[in-house]
């Protein structure tokens, strides 16, 4: 994870070598012996540089939460509360135009579960979600251009939604009730480049011939409209997109042709369950229809609109039956700032550490346990005394059937199960790539040959420890 915030902040191995960790040399060799056993190119390498691929941002994103929550555990280890009490965190990435004010209304909403908002365009959105880097994500898809692809992924259709166009208010064609883009092919348009729009509008560009005239480029909805009211063309906008202020300066009217973007919600299955997603699913969708209806009501009353489901009633939302206790007793994935390390190096926890806690509960002897991890029986001893004494808790204690984990163990494993859960998700989806392990010294860009995927072995926490050499 050092190796990969280095490429991340500085573009290259420079700076693991100014920090005294490692010399640039091994610490290039070690990324490439990743590689190699993940199967997936993490860095690419350049003349100008060094920088993460999608895979690489995507595995330092979940090693981080992974190491961020053993960061949490070991630092509040002497606080007694059960982690089944604690409220869960859900990163939620959504669109610019809808996170503001949302944490508060999540919030009212959703008292059980505490929601940390990241805004940003679809784009972002959805890169976010990819990488790893949030647990949901909400933002719009086109045909043109898809939400996520990630695998173990719950996806939720919100609301489709209709494409419209925005049209000065004494604009000759706004006397007919629905236009077709033809109509428009010798009128001058504003373009929406970037942010939610600009797949929408370029598709609609495509279907002209020959192109359109465009007067002003701009990219957001807001200022596409107001240059719209004030009579420099006409643009292609949501039908919930204009403000009252607007309603004196411009007029909308529906499309002919099915120029349609579907608002997708995504969570991971890991963090956030099935009733969970759901609910939340249906409470977009009634912020959605409030908000058609406050916007632009010929919209909200004409068959395109969405309509309410069974689990919104009354004038204001509310759940149909309490959330079940699967949805409420998650267990907390945090990102903690803290950076804990015991008094010397070697007694630091890490994420190798929850393998030998794992294989111990599980196998419930500490000399079979020993067999299993292919070391001998005083050497784990030993391991989990350092650890004891670096952390200053008990991990381990014998009984009379064999040696079973301590109550800051357990805690320890719950704490970190979901991150844990979620590296190996991604861990075993990166070794199931065909691309073959890169060779010492090729740019990542250059290595394209195909060779057999290696079958998966083991928990994330022994594939990332024999791949450091430890």
Known sequence: MALLQAVRDHGS???????????????????????????????????????????????????????????????????????????????????????YDMGRDLTDRFPEVVFDVVPGDSHDVWQRFERYAVDAACGWETTRRPGTQRSETLVHTVVEEPQWVALPRDHPLTGRDTLDLHDLADVEWVATVGGDSGDDQGWAFSLLAPAPRVSFTVRSQSAAL?????????????????????????????????????????????????????????????????RAAKHNPAYAASAAAPSLTKGVRG??????????????????????????????????????????????????SLNRAADALLVTQPALTRRIHRLEKGCGLPLVYSTARGTSLSAAARRLLDCTGPAERRLDELVGRMRQDTTPPPASGTPAAHRRTAASAEPRKGPVSATVASTTGR
């Open 13 to 99: 191995l420079h700076a693991v070598e100014r920090g005294g960790r490692m010399t640039q040399s091994s610490a290039s060799r070690r990324l490439i012996k990743l590689e190699r056993r993940l199967r997936t190119p993490l860095v690419s390498r350049s003349s100008t540089g060094t920088e993460l691929t999608e895979a690489g941002h995507a595995l330092r994103h979940a090693g981080r939460r992974l190491l961020g929550t053993i960061d949490f555990a070991m630092a509040t280890a002497h606080h007694h509360a059960d982690t089944q009490e604690r409220l869960p965190v859900v990163q939620f990435a959504v669109g610019a135009e809808w996170a």
């Open 226 to 290: 107001e240059l719209v009211g004030r009579g420099y063309g006409v643009t292609l906008v949501s039908p919930v997109a204009a403000e009252p202020e607007h309603e004196r300066s411009l007029v909308l009217r529906p499309l002919r042709q099915k120029l349609v973007r579907r608002l997708s919600l995504a969570v991971d299955p890991l963090v956030v369950p099935l009733a969970l997603a759901r609910e939340l699913c249906a409470w977009l969708r009634y912020g959605y229809v409030q």
């Open 315 to 364: 004038p204001a939302y509310t759940r149909a039956d309490p959330l079940p206790s699967s949805a409420t007793g998650l267990l907390p994935v945090l990102l903690s700032e803290l950076h804990w390390a015991g008094q010397e190096p070697d007694n630091r926890f890490e994420a190798e550490h929850l393998h030998l806690l794992r294989a111990i509960d599980r196998i419930g």
